[in-house]
């Protein structure tokens, strides 16, 4: 019966530390490699200074990218830059938005996001 016990507690553990909250979803990005984007904390207690920015390509492919959750805070996240853009997924007073740099050349793109209200 211990035993029993002990592998329940074991598991409830386990559980509790694989458990990962969304904070932002954005189910469409107007980005050619980029369909969605979704920022999540890490289920490991020792990033809690980190969230983890998980992308999905049109292919169905997923890249995970540690960013710092002050970044997120701050609104301004840094995404993978595609060929020579700088581009960033950014909160506005209307919700987030892709802003991108090519060279001299700045552009704005959609992203239809959905953030955890506090």
Same mark, same amino acid.
């Given at each position: 019966m211990k035993f029993v016990v002990a592998i329940a507690t074991v %598991?409830?553990?386990f559980n509790a530390l694989a458990s990962t909250?969304? %904070?932002l979803?954005?189910?469409h990005i107007d980005q050619a490699d980029i369909s969605s984007a979704v920022v999540q904390t890490y289920a490991d207690p020792a990033k809690k200074f980190s969230l983890e920015l998980v992308l999905t390509s049109p292919s169905g492919e997923t890249q995970s990218i540690e960013i710092d959750s002050e970044d997120y805070t701050e609104g301004w996240i840094a995404l993978p830059a595609?060929?020579?853009?700088?581009?960033?997924?950014?909160?506005?007073?209307g919700g987030w938005e892709i802003f991108g740099t090519i060279g001299q050349a700045t552009y704005f793109a959609t992203a239809t996001c959905e953030e955890k209200a506090e």
């Open positions: %598991l409830v553990g909250e969304v %904070l979803n954005c189910k595609e060929d020579t853009a700088e581009r960033y997924l950014t909160r506005q007073e």
